[in-house]
């Protein structure tokens, strides 16, 4: 298929799915339960949306400051600016293609502060590998501390002959793989193992920099601030106020699945985040209204940052 072709679908697919799941949420509501709705967007209070951003802002200046380790562990040296900046503008394009902002932020680095393409990507890689650690982290610690929800959904929602069907069938699929990717010697093949090894060795590399714990305590720090985000905001509605930290840590972890494989969560964020809280009786209706106002302004605020990134790079900094 033409690279063009694909770039494309890689755009527009994701796009029509938000579009045709924001239709179809929509339709799903009666009038009554429309109206409610947006009564609860009209009564939000707001001020723990900016408290909710404050906490995003703090994200991306650790972010920035996390990332001049990486660097300086390489000999580069990039302004706080210009790190803050790039990873602005990263985040804005990703909301159009799927993970292009890793490469815009690459581009920027080296436009403005001169770091080698490879060099600045490689950086990005390996902060991407410990932020796929501490997702999983957070994956593992929701699944401790709702085990029991969980369990008793699956018991309701899937009779026990298929449960052990379906987990047979992924449990066999799981060590064919395993043992292919392992045994197997086509060229293919191999070059998937070179690259991940490559990959792994250049993560790991970050653990045995100079600079290693100030580096992960910031990594740290920002997945405390993602949950701190998406925490706060629940007091926006009187109705979601009083839910279990349980339920914030299984919107939270589902939310951010949902956001990591669409376009920013186009569409698809709302109707999880909804569906997630209806297993902890919170009305549609209200799931929904929450699921917007979170996403919403999440959106806006990387929209805005994106915009002004791209404004003042170039105002204050000469490209090299």
């Known amino acids: 298929m033409n690279k063009k072709i694909k770039t494309i679908l890689s755009v527009t697919l994701p796009l029509l799915l938000g579009v045709f799941l924001i239709i179809y949420s929509y339709n799903s509501f009666t009038p009554e339960q429309r109206t409610e709705m947006f009564k609860h967007f009209a009564n939000a209070d707001y ?3 900016a408290i909710s951003l404050f906490f995003a802002l703090t994200s991306y200046i650790s972010r920035a400051y996390r990332w001049r380790y990486t660097l300086s562990h ?26 292009s902002g890793e490469v815009s932020r690459a581009v920027v680095l080296k ?6 393409f490879d060099k600045g990507f490689g950086t990005i890689i390996s902060e991407r590998f410990v932020d796929l650690i501490l997702l999983v982290v957070c994956i593992s610690i929701t699944l401790i501390l709702q085990f029991d929800v969980l369990k008793e959904y699956i018991e309701q929602e899937i009779p026990f002959e298929k449960l052990l069907v379906y987990g047979s069938v992924l449990a066999i699929l799981f ?3 395993i043992l292919f990717y392992k045994y197997s010697r086509l060229q293919w093949v191999l070059k998937i193992k070179t690259k991940i090894a490559g990959l792994v060795e250049g993560s790991l590399s970050v ?16 997945w405390v601030a993602y949950v701190a985000m998406f925490y ?28 990591t494989f669409s376009n920013g969560g186009f569409g698809v964020y709302p109707v999880v985040i909804a569906a997630i809280l209806l ?12 699921g917007w106002i979170v996403w919403t302004s999440q959106i806006v605020f990387v929209i805005f940052l994106g915009g002004l990134s791209f404004l003042l790079l170039p105002l204050l900094y000469r490209k090299k």
Do not use: D
């Not at 919107?251 to 699945?257: A, Q, W």
């Not at 297993?279 to 929450?290: C, Q």
């Open 47 to 49: 001020s723990y949306v």
């Open 74 to 99: 390489l000999g580069y040296q990039s302004p706080f600016l210009v790190n803050f900046f790039a990873i602005s503008v990263g985040y804005f394009l990703n909301l159009t293609i799927p993970r």
């Open 279 to 290: 297993l902890y009786n919170i009305p549609k209706e209200v799931g929904t209204a929450f």
């Open 175 to 177: 060590i064919c793989t």
């Open 232 to 259: 706060v905001t629940i007091y926006a509605l009187p109705e979601t106020a009083n839910i279990s930290f349980g339920a914030v840590a299984t919107s939270f972890v589902i939310g951010s699945l949902a956001i």
């Open 207 to 222: 653990f045995k920099m100079p600079n290693k714990w100030p580096f992960l305590l910031h990594s740290l720090y920002i």
């Open 111 to 116: 436009n403005y502060s001169g770091v080698p």
